[in-house]
């Protein structure tokens, strides 16, 4: 097993103009994005860095108005001009649309360049195809549906961001748990796509015990992971990541079932028939004795030794651990005393 940190560095390095509450609202501002949008293809000699005030624009020589550039297409022009962006950024921007005017490439192969409203989010190539973060999205929306954002994170992180330059998701399915090896687990995936070229498209599903308000996915197995570049068939990445989450749902359903019998199981089976004895299995688990004493006080109340008592009694004093490892490890154990009544 593993611990996850993707959707943890995505955490932290959102705005919050970057951070969507659900799927919905991401696939609106995703749609209405693409509808801003629009693929503006240029021979080398029609772009024409300029200065406006104290800024770089561009003129496409397409009868609009020049369009401002932002740091990443900026930077892919000086890539494409094959000058120092940090250079170049140092410069006034007379000086600066002087030199892109002066080493821009030339010839017949045409330049892809995107534009949302005013704005170029990316210039490349005639070799790089385009996936809109939308489509991305509806396809989640179509074969993900019992799939969740986890709880909010550290900062107010929904785990759904999308920005200029990428779109990210993080979903779970809350009510998914099955045992695997004994142990409870829940499935879970990443995805994300950049319209602009900044990421590949791709897709990391798992299996997982825990998620911090840290975002850190604990104790993951199963991972899988899919990536494609945006060349020319990118667009078969989609039926590739569908296909990848239907396996993930149709192995999550198989496991769920028996996920179900191990519970109803569990809350037939008893630990033992007094505290003395619950007590010798417990810290037998590796269930300390102070946290093995209050789940006996609490499962006790209702009668019943039960191992579904148990664990529960027990996830609920986990919950009030300070440190998140400490958590972790508690719950671990818990769910560990379900394979007692799956055997």
């Known amino acids: 097993m593993t611990n996850l940190t993707h959707a943890h560095r995505e955490l932290f390095r959102r705005t919050p103009d970057q951070i969507f509450p659900t799927l919905q609202a991401l696939w609106e501002h995703c749609q209405a994005q693409k509808e801003r949008s629009t693929d503006r293809w240029r021979p080398p000699q029609a772009i024409r860095p300029g200065p406006d005030g104290g800024r ?15 740091d990443w297409s900026f930077g892919q022009l000086c890539s494409i001009a094959r000058v120092s962006k940090e250079t170049v950024n140092r410069v006034s921007a007379d000086t600066a649309s002087r030199v892109l005017q002066e080493t821009l490439p030339a010839g017949n192969k045409p330049l892809q360049v995107f534009t949302e409203d ?17 489509e991305v999205v509806t396809m989640l929306r179509e074969f993900a549906v019992d799939f969740r954002p986890p709880q909010e994170g550290t900062g107010g992180g929904t785990g759904l961001y999308c920005g200029e330059q990428d779109l990210f998701a993080f979903l779970i399915d809350p009510t998914g748990w099955a045992e695997i ?10 995805v994300w796509n950049s319209e602009v070229g900044r990421r590949s498209v791709g897709i990391s599903t798992f299996w997982f015990q825990a998620v911090c308000r840290n975002h850190i996915v604990w104790d993951a197995t199963e991972v899988v992971e899919f990536t494609r570049k945006h060349t020319g068939r990118v667009g078969e990445a989609l039926g590739d990541i569908r296909s990848i989450v239907e396996t993930l749902v149709e192995t999550r359903d198989a496991r769920r079932d028996g996920f179900v019998a191990v519970v109803r199981k569990a809350m037939e089976s008893k630990l033992g028939e007094d505290a003395e004895e619950v007590m010798k299995v417990l810290t037998r688990s590796g269930i300390t004795r102070a946290l093995a004493r209050r789940a006996i006080e609490i499962a006790g109340r209702q009668g019943r030794f039960t191992v579904f008592a148990l664990v529960d009694a027990l996830t609920r004093l986990a919950r009030e651990l300070p440190n998140a490892g400490d958590r972790t490890e508690a719950d671990q154990r818990a769910s560990s005393l379900l394979a007692l009544a799956a055997s």
């Open 118 to 134: 005013d704005l170029i989010r990316s210039i490349h190539g005639h070799t790089y195809t385009r996936l809109h973060d939308v």
């Open 181 to 190: 090896d004994g142990q409870a687990f829940a499935p879970g995936f990443f």
């Open 56 to 70: 770089l624009v561009v003129d496409l020589g397409d009868g609009n108005e020049p369009f401002a550039l932002n």
